[in-house]
């Protein structure tokens, strides 16, 4: 039977591929999975790699900021491992599993910020910023989470892209099934999410009074390339930035083709599962590093709050750390 939504929509606005939309989505956290599920990733490398943290000076409300964050996402963790249920049809629950998904995401960068510096940043937008500077350069993040961009100018982003993918010739249209082809759909998305914010910061170039004294329309003048890359030097991209984007685009643009139209329900059973596995993960790594590091005991007594006093599953075994 004819996709009758999907005609109506093409008749009325630009709509992306639905196959290379479901793949994008579908792809990208598959390799996630795939490389959270490394040893870099179990408790014992955890452990080890985070032995040298040095707890900082006891500092009470920047703690409670911190375990306050990571109970928030332990809880999103929870929910998108329910959502896993091989009991459940996973079509009913793709997007709010990704909604879950993201917070999870977010609320570990905002409980490892507040742990790092103590910094309590209130937009998503300033989350990412402080993550950048406070966290992820820092060594404090491990496994497909860690790669960032520093300088989006293209020159810059064309060099670190072919740096990080070498000679391997995957992309995000290839279905990963093992650690290459992962590793190569991690980086697809980075540079694709690089070529989104090169788009918008053109955008906001093209309304700056310094462009558009130079009377043009276009980047192509030397003048014009100027100042469209000393606006992009200054951008990044991070693992929340990509996971921002991740939601947008998965959540509002391409959120039909994870429910209607083909019958992918095996690679959408699949999905949801990989969306557990990466959320546990990723707080699993937060976990670690909170506790090491917090102000001595804190991280017992988080413990032994969260055993008698919660009321949702835990998806992470903090006995563990």
Known sequence: MPNWLLERLYDHQEQPSPRSAFLGTTNWMRALAILASTGELKSDA?????????????????????????????????SVKAFASPDLNHHDVISVGIVAWYYATYHVCKSMVAAASGSDPQTHAKTARIWQSDVAPNGLVVG??????????????????????????????????????????????????AECARRRVEKKVRNSLEYRALGVDNFRTKAAREILDKALSNEKVNFLIQAFRYRGKANYRDAIYLSYGADNSDTVKE???????????????????????????????????????????LAVDLSEI
């Open 46 to 78: 955890l452990k080890q790699h985070y032995s040298t943290v040095q707890r900082r000076q006891p500092n009470a409300e920047a703690d409670t900021l911190a375990y306050e964050m990571l109970l928030m996402s332990l809880h999103n963790a929870a």
């Open 271 to 313: 999905f949801v599962s990989d969306l557990s596995i990466v959320a546990t993960k990723f707080v699993t790594m937060a976990c670690h590093y909170v506790a090491k590091r917090t102000e001595r005991g804190t991280w017992q007594s988080f413990v032994a709050d969260l055993d008698a006093n919660s009321h949702f599953t």
């Open 144 to 193: 497909p989470f860690r790669y960032v961009l520093n300088d989006l100018s293209p020159t810059n982003v064309a060099n670190e892209i072919d740096s990080l993918r070498g000679r391997n010739p995957h992309d995000l249209n290839t279905r990963p099934d093992d650690e290459d082809s992962a590793y190569s759909a991690i980086v697809s998305y980075l540079k694709g999410t």
